[in-house]
């Protein structure tokens, strides 16, 4: 009976030892998701970059707070053309980017994002995402932003 008892004991003493303080050997982490642009003729609903009004080239993007460029990844792959940012999301910050498509196109995309851990895991919490001086969509299914150029 006594080895019953302090097999329960152990048992409910182990149990109640808080995992959350113990994260070795526990591999989770989650990158920040990737902003992703299209742009597209307001009128005909093509997109500019396949179309050739825009080239990879014609890009620029800038960090507003230290004024260094951003490094982008520009996707083209069947006649489909989008630029992605992977930047945003690896720390806490308030990120402030000037997105620019040669003299056609100019706008900030702001964002407010959060690098927490929880539960052992570590992933990126976006509080708020803004676009200024650009018309545009969120494509709800594939989180694409689609941004409209007149």
Partial sequence: MKKLLLSIGCILLFSACDSKSNCEGYA???PPEAFEFEFIDAISG???FTNGTFQEEDIAITNQY??????????????YNILQIGSIG???ENADYLIEIG??????LLVDADR???DCCSF????S???EGAEYERQEETGIYQILVD
């Fill in 129 to 131: 995402v803004e676009i």
């Fill in 116 to 118: 927490v851990t929880e």
């Fill in 46 to 48: 093509e997109n500019l």
């Fill in 28 to 30: 989770c982490f989650t």
């Fill in 124 to 127: 990126t919490r976006i509080n």
């Fill in 66 to 79: 230290d004024n260094l460029n951003v490094e982008v990844d520009f996707i083209s792959e069947n006649e």
């Fill in 103 to 108: 003299e056609e196109v100019s706008f900030h």
């Fill in 90 to 92: 690896w720390e806490t």
